[in-house]
């Protein structure tokens, strides 16, 4: 009994989720129910959502402290992240990139967002001055809560949007400027779930960055908040990703 215990922590991957912009862990509740149940173990990382470099830092050091193979799944801005951190990690088989970002070196995920048309997003965000451990003043950018709904989560039911509009977290605007140093997507395989009726992050952006990584591409009918209102297809999505790459 011991053996086999053992045996199957060593090849089930842990499951790394990481949240975007203008979301926080709770976003990914349906798709972790789903994932624990097929029994992979599950780690939602508290992502800053204060700068590229800092953000990836801080998703590196969890992936360094989990033993065994890794799979990492990034929604949005998170995608960024993850490509960053996972880039030359031993242990990550595979990425999932969820209404997300795919960027190459020296391309920022504001860049990427207005690529193309049909980001409705940027004339959406509310700026707030704050202070930072320097002293120095910046942006803290969130989503007006009046047009989260529409803009976020079309088709997230209204009760539950209007509580993820209260309690969303906002995302400093030097971070979705900054640059990506690293692209993981490059020599990890990745999949990609193109979201149609997103308003954040074009479905036209998602293809193109999907297509140039050779990422294997879903297509599904959502809003941007996907790992909210299609938690099935999100870790349905992760499990083929685990599967094709399982040792």
């Excluded at 700068?51 to 799979?71: H, K, N, Q, T, Y």
């Amino acid at each position: 009994m011991t053996s086999s215990t053992s045996e199957i922590r060593t090849t089930t991957p842990t499951v790394v989720l990481v949240h975007g912009a203008f979301a926080d862990s709770s976003s990914w509740n349906g798709v972790v129910a789903r994932l624990r149940g097929q029994g992979y173990p599950v780690i939602a990382v508290a992502n800053p959502l204060r700068s590229l470099d800092g953000d990836a830092a801080l998703v590196r050091d969890v992936l360094d402290s989990i033993e065994g193979p890794v799979v990492v799944a990034g929604h949005s801005y998170g995608g960024s992240v993850m490509s960053e951190a996972a880039e030359g990690h031993p242990r990550v088989r595979a990425l999932v990139f969820v209404a997300s970002f795919l960027l190459d070196e020296g391309e920022s995920t504001g860049e990427l967002a207005g690529k193309y048309p049909g980001n409705e997003l940027g004339s959406a965000l509310r700026p707030v001055a704050v202070r930072g451990p320097d002293g120095q003043t910046a942006d803290d950018l969130y989503i007006e809560q009046e047009k989260f709904h529409a803009i976020f989560a079309a088709d997230v039911p209204a009760d539950a949007a209007e509580l993820m509009a209260v309690t969303q977290r906002p995302i400093i605007a030097d971070a979705l400027a900054d640059k990506a140093t690293k692209a993981a997507w490059k020599t990890v395989p990745s999949w990609t779930l193109v979201t149609l009726q997103d308003l954040a992050v074009p479905a036209q952006a998602q293809r193109f960055m999907a297509e140039r990584a050779s990422s294997s591409v879903v297509e599904v009918d959502a809003s941007h908040a996907v790992t909210v209102s299609r938690p099935d297809v999100v870790a349905r999505l992760i499990d083929e990703a685990a599967r094709a790459t399982s040792v």
